[in-house]
Every structure is written in structure tokens, then in C-alpha cells.
């Protein structure tokens, strides 16, 4: 038989230890790291403020020295969950539109995968909430489930109007400040002119004004010019 | 180790050479690199004449200088300057190192005689010799250091180069290798200095290879990764534009925008420690504070103060304030805080640019337009809303109020430029207005400005007459470029506004290459592409070269339609050597798929140049697309160069289109173009039926 000289081979012994030990090594830290990196991503969304209110309405804790919770009305947990179900329609509007943006801004190096996953995460959260909403409608009456999110929609897209139309609504009030203060300059502006001609100050100032009201019409004119050249 | 036939570099004469070549491969590309002309806009373009001073002027020069040196490239200059001196002293080493190339065996040399030696004279030469040097004849003498074992070798040697000169056979040995004794081995050198193998500095060199490989590889290959992965395609930090994406908004505004650009994490870097609050309540109640021509002196709309007033306090915060003090063009009477307010500009800027990348993947045109609108307002250090006359120097919110009077829209600069000049005068100089000296510089630098206005837009497929379903179409623009004010601007010449397809043998053309020379038009004097002047922007510490984007919008879905092509080069000179405009009739070319259904499409077609409030230009367009039988009836009338039905073009065309082999025809293409007033927008898009053409227009 063949004698080994073992204390040679110590050597490249240690050496592959040491290799296979530094590349384990690395390959679990940078899994734990991607982990716990992963595990802090910060939530896409706020927290659901509609949801906790449902659901603390829902297990009311009883109030001291009473055995019974407090019975919450039935239509006041139907309102929760409606509210509740319309800020996900908010939430999934944002998702869909915002899952083709980033996957084409992810392929191109324009935003990180960090956010890709944030994304994926949320996506996923939203999924599970929907499938809970529905089930939720379902205890509290018999099939809501398959129309709440119809009525939350519609509740949705009243929503959104209205607040736009509020914003529209609220210029009213400086736009007729404006109007009224245009006016009124325009207005004193004429008296001036009025005055200026009917007492007769002197022909040079009348002169002036009449050369002043061409020089205004010119101006416009020339502008009107040039806005239909750039349209052209 | 010796038992091998190679032979260690023991003079050191091949290191250096070795050496050389290895530094000199790294060294030449990157001293090209250093040296080629740059790319930097600053360095080549023309600027805007102009002797307006801004305030801080001396803090904006100084940033812009940090800015410059930066772009120099230090680390590459001095790499380049250490690869040189090492070449230079390898080079040294080489000269200066004696090289002990093997003598070339000489027979005649050894015997001590001429070339020309004939052969008795050889023979008596070589018993004269053996008669002294023969072994059993000498007697070796100390005192010259010799033995009696070099006497021997010296004589075999002299009786060698006799019996070379003699010999028939070794002769022919001599003739044939160059050696009496035939074939002689060759020895392999490695050009390694013989230190490095001999036995005590083994251990040295294992460790240096194992700090290369080991420390040194890894770290390499890691900064460059992690550096990749750090960095977006825009150039801002890969968090900031997550940043961004998040704040994205379909109904965000240009204050929105502002607000959002303040996420960045650059500004982080910049603002580090005691400054990311020093100064914060200072600084908001100057922007705070009334201003002239707006509610607040950085011009906040009241949406932008609920939002500022959200942030905590930070660095964020403090991002947002000193931005909207930029904007303001507010004085914060704290050389740090201005300092500060001026490096923010061109991070926002740089953030900016990832926003509308954003924005672009989104699709929706209202944020696309609000973020270039943003990029221009920071570029003049210009509130969203307020006036464009504020990018002529000396003009300040107030006196801007005081030129447009009370009304609700602005004054662009064109219209401004374009009122009678004695009016227009009456309006910004006297008393709180401007001077008389600081009205012409105002006037002289709109005068300068390049705004390209529009002429005509349409769409084309090279070499055809309609524009089929699918095909590749070109959009044309044509445009001059007409700073504001100019007069004596010449009638345009209907030849200019026609797009000539190049020749069908033109290869060059075709294939987009520079044309040696064309017909029916001017040819520029030379073909290289001509630089807009730098943007003229006082208060922004970076040299910019503008760029125009155009793309094509859906007006009634919102969305985009064609993405934007950049143009940064155009191909006709914009000023002569005075700077006068030229009004050359520039050509803007961008290339897209036509969609694949037939029909009447209307665009918005958007020109917008990044750099000036104001110069913006939209229009609506209308692309036409027939039906691919309806252009192949058309072209069968012609019989020229009709393929033939059985040649493989024809059969190849016919599988494509379901129809016989048209001609390929070169005409001027049906252009449609159209204004507001031809233009019919209740038109619907997937408008099959109406197959007319406006072949009239022609």
C-alpha cells in the first residue's frame, strides 16, 4: 500500500478551507443583508387609516367594570367598511397605473430595485386586503361582497370629482376681486380720458392721450400678429 | 530552479521593457482621453453676449469655476502624468543598461585576421598560432589570471575558426547556423527580475499577488458594481429617483414638482450636518415675507406653503426653502445661505431631468409638461407662474408687475419685444423702473435669444406618397430660429419648407450620413452641426448647452403619444460671425411607427426648448394614414419600374400587402399639415372610412 504523507497535504487542506469558508461566508452575509434590507423596505402606502378605524370598531374593547362591549349599529360597521373599501379603490388606481411605469423604468436603470420590490410587496398587500374586504361584506350581509367595490368606486369617483370642482369653485372669489379691481381701473382710467377732454386742458395733453390710445391698439395688434404666427 | 532552460532576467535589460509596454497600454488610451478635445459645451458653443452682473455674481463665478475644476478630470491627469514618468524612466532603464547580446561568431575575428584572407594565408596565420598557443607550448601565467583549463578552451576555439574557414563540413555548419558546431539551443528569458523567484522572498511575492487578487480585484469589481447600482441612468442617486417615483402624481403642478425635487438624497450630501438646519427659520421667513408681484418673495403659491409648512424640519425641509428662495431670486443676506441657495439650483436641476423620465414612463402629458416647464424655471431661477420677462437682466418682480400692468396672463419675451419700441420703452424705463443703460442691455440680450418659432410640421414616409399603416414616417419641422424683436425678418421661401427625399441611389442620404452636396437647396458652407449659444442664465452656476425636445401628445386621452426627440445641434448656422440671426429654415427630423390601423390621427405637436420660459411652441398636426391597397391603386397607374410579379421583390410585396406589386415611385409625399383652423377635432381617430386624400394641397 501507498503511504500518505498526510502533514503535506495539510496545506492545500487549509487552503480550500479557507476558500470554500470565505465564499460561504460572503454568500450568507449578503443573503442575510438583502433580507433584512428587504424586511425594512418602507410600506408603499400609508398606514390604512380606514381599515384600523373598521376594524377597532369591530372589536371594541368593553369599557371598565362592564362585562359587554359597547354593541356597535350595524350600519355604522357597513359605513366603515364602505369607507374602507373606497380608499382601496384609491390605493389599487395607484397601483395599476403606476405597475407599467415602473417595470419600464426598472428595465431602463431608472429607478432602483429596491422600489420594485416595495412595489411587488404592496401589490400583494393590496390583493390580500381586497380578498378580506370582501369576505368582510359578506359576513355583514349576505353577497355585498361581489357589489361593494362597485358602490366604493362610484363613491370614489364622486370623491374626486367633487374635490376638483371645489378647487375650481374656490377661484371664484379672487377672480372677481380681480374683475372688479380691473374694472374699476379701467373705469377711473376713462373718467380721466372724459376729463381730460371735455374741460379742454389743452390740445397737446388731448394730443397725447389720442396718440397713447393708438399706441395701445398697435401693441395689441401686434401681439394678436405674432400669437397667429406662432400658430402657424 | 536552474535546471530549467529558462533564464530570469538577472541584468534586468527585458523588465523594463516588459514594464513599458504594460504601462503604456493603460497610459496612450487614457492620455487620449485627457486630451481630446471635450465634449463640454462650455468649452465650444457661443455665448450670449452680455455685461449683466447678477447679485452675488462673485459667489455664482466661484461655483462655477469648483464646477470647472472639477470637470478637469484631476485623478486621470495625474495617472496620465505617473504612467508617462514611468515610461520615461523604463525607457531610461533601457538605454542606459548595457544589453549582452551574444557575440556573432566570427571565425576571422578569432584568428585575428582581415575578411579578405585567402586561404594559405589562413593556414599559415593558424600554424603561426598553434605554434604559440598550443596547450603543451604555454605556460599559463598568474599574473594575467590565466589557467591552464582557459588556454585549452582558447586554443579548441582557434582551431574551430580554422577548420570553419578550412573544413568542408563545418563550413557548411557555419554557412547554415551560424556556429562550427551546427544547431545551437535557444534559451526562453522570462522578463521577471531574477529577486523576485530567488528563495527568501517567496513569501513577499505570494503576499503581494494575494493582496492583487484577493483585496485589490474584489474591491475593484465591487466599487464599480456597487457604483452602477448606486447611480440611475439620469445621474442622480438610484434613491432619489425612487424618491421621485413615489411622489409622482397625475395632477402634480410645477410646485408639486419643486416640492418633490427636495426628496433627493443629493441634497442630503450637500447640506450635512449643523447646516441641514442652520439658518432654516431665517430663511423661510424671507420666502415667506410678502412679495412684490406675488403673495410670498419666493413665490409660493399657497399649496407650496401648506406643503413646505407639512415637512418636518431637515434637511428636506431646508432643500425646499433654500430651492424656492433660488426661485425668488431672494437675497437671504447670509453668504452661506446664498451659497447654499445656489448649489441647490443644479441638483434640482439633475433631479429634474430623472422626474421627467419618470413622468415619460407614466405617459400622461399634463406632469410631462410641468416638469421641462420646471427644468426651464430653474434654469432661470424663475417661480412656476411668474412673468418671462424676468429672464432679461435687471428685471425684477416688480418691475415685470409694472411692464404687464394688471393683467391676469404674462407677457411672453416675444410679445414684449414685439410691442412698438417707444411704447415699450414707456413702460420699463422711468423712475423704480429701469435705467436707460440697463434697458438696452435688457433689449440687446432678447435680441440675442435663440427662439425657434415653428413654420410648418408634417409627416412623410422617405420615398413614398402616402403614409401606410405600420410604416416607418418621419415628422418634419421646419423651423427658424427668430430671437424676439428681431426686424427685417425675411418672407420665408416656400422652397425651404419642402423636404426633398435624396436620391434613390443616394446611399449616404438615405442611410442619414452627411451629403457631399444636394440639389434645389443651400448647402450649409460646412456640414458640422451647428451649437445653439449657451443658455443665457445668469443665476444658474453650470454651463448649459439648451436642447429642444419635440414630441406629439394625445390630447384627448392625456397621454403621449410619441416620445420625445432630442435635439441639441442643428444643421444650418444660427448667427453669422456678428451674431446677427441668420434665419436659416432649420430641419428637425424625429422617426416613428404610424399606428397599424388606417385613419385620420390629430397630434399636438410640442416643441419645447428646456432652457427658456416662454419659447415654447404648440401646435395641432394632423397624420393621415391610408390604407395600403388604397396607395397601391394610386401608384399602379405609373408603369415605371413596376416589379415584376414573378421577381422575388414583387412577390415579397404582394405577400406583405395582398395586393399586386406597386411601383416605388419617388414623388413629394402627401404632406398634412394643418392648423387649429383645418383641423377638425371632432374627428374620430379610428376614422376608416374618409380614404380621401388632400392631394390637392400640392
Avoid at chain 1, 374741460?199 to 399706441?215: P, Q, R
Wanted: hydrophobic residues 35%.
Amino acid at each position: 500500500m501507498f503511504s500518505v504523507d498526510w502533514w503535506g497535504l495539510v496545506l492545500p487542506f487549509c487552503y480550500i478551507t479557507v476558500l470554500l469558508g470565505s465564499l460561504i461566508t460572503s454568500s450568507s452575509m449578503y443573503r442575510k443583508r438583502k433580507a433584512a434590507k428587504s424586511a425594512n423596505l418602507a410600506p408603499w402606502f400609508p398606514p390604512h387609516l380606514q381599515r384600523n378605524i373598521y376594524l377597532s370598531l369591530l372589536h371594541l374593547e368593553p369599557e371598565e367594570g362592564k362585562e359587554k362591549a359597547p354593541a356597535v349599529p350595524d350600519s355604522v360597521l357597513r359605513a366603515a367598511l364602505l369607507r374602507r373599501a373606497q380608499e382601496d379603490i384609491f390605493r389599487i388606481i395607484q397601483i395599476r397605473s403606476a405597475k407599467q411605469a415602473c417595470s419600464t423604468l426598472l428595465q431602463r436603470g431608472s429607478v432602483g430595485d429596491d422600489l420594485w420590490q416595495r412595489f411587488l410587496r404592496a401589490e400583494k398587500e393590496m390583493e390580500d386586503e381586497l380578498r378580506d374586504v370582501v369576505m368582510e361584506a359578506n359576513a355583514l350581509s349576505p353577497n355585498w361582497g361581489q357589489h361593494i367595490f362597485q358602490s366604493a368606486n362610484e363613491i370614489a369617483a364622486r370623491h374626486i370629482f367633487q374635490t376638483r370642482l371645489d378647487e375650481i369653485q374656490a377661484q371664484t372669489e379672487p377672480e372677481k376681486e380681480w374683475w372688479e379691481k380691473r374694472r374699476a381701473s379701467i373705469q377711473s382710467e376713462f373718467m380721466k380720458e372724459l376729463d381730460a377732454s371735455t374741460s379742454g386742458a389743452g390740445k397737446a395733453s388731448k394730443s397725447a392721450s389720442d396718440e397713447d390710445t393708438v399706441m395701445v391698439e398697435s401693441a395689441n395688434s401686434a401681439g394678436g400678429k405674432s400669437k397667429k404666427k406662432a400658430k402657424k | 530552479m536552474s535546471g530549467t532552460d529558462y533564464s530570469y532576467d538577472e541584468q534586468g535589460q527585458f523588465f523594463p521593457i516588459f514594464i513599458l509596454t504594460v504601462v503604456g497600454i493603460v497610459t496612450i488610451p487614457l492620455t487620449y482621453s485627457v486630451l481630446k478635445p471635450s465634449s463640454d459645451p462650455g468649452a465650444t458653443a457661443p455665448r450670449i453676449k452680455s455685461d449683466y452682473r447678477p447679485e452675488h455674481a462673485d459667489l455664482i463665478d466661484t461655483q462655477r469655476k469648483a464646477q470647472r475644476r472639477k470637470d478637469r478630470r484631476l485623478k486621470r491627469i495625474i495617472t496620465v502624468v505617473a504612467g508617462w514618468a514611468i515610461m520615461a524612466f523604463m525607457a531610461y532603464l533601457i538605454v542606459v543598461t548595457a544589453r549582452t547580446i551574444p557575440k556573432i561568431w566570427n571565425p576571422y575575428d578569432i584568428l585575428g585576421i582581415s575578411d579578405s584572407a585567402s586561404e594559405r594565408e589562413i593556414k599559415s596565420h593558424y600554424r603561426k598560432l598553434s605554434l604559440k598557443f598550443h596547450p603543451d607550448k604555454i605556460r599559463p601565467d598568474p599574473a594575467k589570471n590565466q589557467t591552464l583549463e582557459s588556454l585549452n578552451d582558447y586554443y579548441v576555439e582557434l582551431t574551430k575558426a580554422y577548420k570553419a574557414l578550412t573544413d568542408e563540413e563545418i563550413r557548411n555548419n557555419f554557412i547554415q547556423f551560424g556556429h562550427p558546431d551546427g544547431k545551437q539551443s535557444f534559451s526562453i528569458g522570462i522578463a521577471l527580475p531574477k529577486f523576485i523567484i530567488t528563495d527568501g522572498n517567496g513569501k513577499y511575492v505570494i503576499l503581494v499577488y494575494a493582496a492583487l487578487l484577493g483585496v485589490l480585484l474584489p474591491y475593484l469589481v465591487g466599487s464599480w458594481w456597487y457604483g452602477t447600482q448606486r447611480m440611475s441612468k439620469e445621474k442622480v442617486l438610484i434613491e432619489s429617483a425612487n424618491n421621485l417615483f413615489r411622489e409622482y402624481d397625475e395632477a402634480i403642478t410645477e410646485g408639486g414638482i419643486i416640492s418633490a425635487l427636495s426628496t433627493g438624497v443629493e441634497f442630503q450630501q450637500s447640506l450635512k450636518g449643523e447646516k441641514a438646519e442652520s439658518g432654516l427659520g431665517k430663511l423661510e421667513s424671507r420666502i415667506l415675507a410678502e412679495g412684490t408681484a406675488s403673495t410670498h418673495a419666493g413665490g409660493l403659491s399657497a399649496k407650496d406653503v401648506m406643503k413646505l409648512e407639512d415637512l418636518d424640519g431637515g434637511v428636506r425641509r431646508k432643500a425646499l426653502a433654500l430651492l424656492w428662495a433660488y426661485l425668488g431670486r431672494v437675497d437671504l443676506d447670509d453668504p452661506a445661505l446664498d451659497q447654499a441657495k445656489l448649489e441647490a439650483a443644479p441638483i434640482a436641476h439633475a433631479l429634474n431631468s430623472s422626474f421627467t423620465a419618470i413622468a415619460l414612463a407614466f405617459g400622461t402629458t399634463a406632469p410631462i409638461l410641468a416638469s421641462y416647464l420646471t427644468a426651464q424655471n430653474l434654469m432661470q431661477a424663475i417661480p412656476p407662474g411668474a412673468s418671462p420677462l424676468l429672464q432679461l437682466p435687471h428685471f425684477t418682480p416688480a418691475i415685470a408687475k409694472a411692464v404687464e400692468g394688471d393683467s391676469k396672463t404674462h407677457l411672453t419675451l416675444q410679445q414684449y419685444m414685439d410691442l412698438p419700441e417707444s411704447y415699450r420703452k414707456r413702460l420699463s424705463v422711468g423712475k423704480g423702473l429701469l435705467t436707460e443703460p440697463q434697458y438696452q442691455t435688457a433689449v440687446k440680450v432678447a435680441r440675442q435669444l435663440p427662439r425657434l418659432q415653428v413654420e410648418k410640421g408634417f409627416f412623410k414616409v422617405t420615398g413614398e406618397k402616402f403614409i401606410i399603416p405600420s410604416s416607418l414616417v418621419s415628422m418634419v419641422v421646419k423651423g427658424r430660429f427668430i430671437p424676439p424683436g428681431s426686424e427685417n425678418v425675411p418672407e420665408i421661401n416656400e422652397l425651404d419648407l419642402e423636404d426633398i427625399d435624396p436620391e434613390e441611389d443616394d446611399l449616404d442620404a438615405i442611410l442619414g450620413r452627411p451629403k457631399k452636396a444636394g440639389k434645389g437647396q443651400k448647402q450649409p458652407a460646412d456640414d458640422k452641426p451647428v451649437q445653439p449659444p449657451l443658455a443665457y442664465a445668469p443665476y444658474f452656476t453650470r454651463d448649459y448647452s439648451p436642447r429642444w425636445h419635440v414630441f406629439l401628445t394625445d390630447s384627448k386621452q392625456g397621454k403621449i403619444a410619441v416620445p420625445p426627440f432630442t435635439f441639441t445641434t442643428f444643421d444650418k448656422p444660427i448667427y453669422d460671425e456678428n451674431g446677427k440671426p441668420t434665419f436659416n429654415m432649420q430641419t428637425l427630423k424625429a422617426q416613428f411607427q404610424a399606428p397599424p390601423q388606417a385613419g385620420h390621427y390629430t397630434f399636438v405637436m410640442h416643441l419645447i426648448c428646456d432652457s427658456y420660459i416662454g419659447f415654447d411652441t404648440k401646435m395641432e398636426v394632423t397624420l393621415v394614414v391610408e390604407d395600403a391597397s388604397k396607395a397601391d391603386e394610386f401608384e399602379a397607374e405609373d408603369d415605371i419600374s413596376e416589379p415584376d410579379e414573378d421577381s422575388l421583390a414583387g412577390q415579397m410585396h404582394a405577400l406583405k400587402t395582398g395586393a399586386p406589386p406597386p411601383a416605388k415611385k419617388k414623388k413629394k409625399p402627401v404632406d398634412e399639415e394643418s392648423s387649429e383652423e383645418e383641423s377638425n377635432t371632432e374627428e374620430e381617430v379610428d376614422d376608416t372610412s374618409e380614404t380621401d386624400t388632400d392631394t390637392d394641397e400640392e
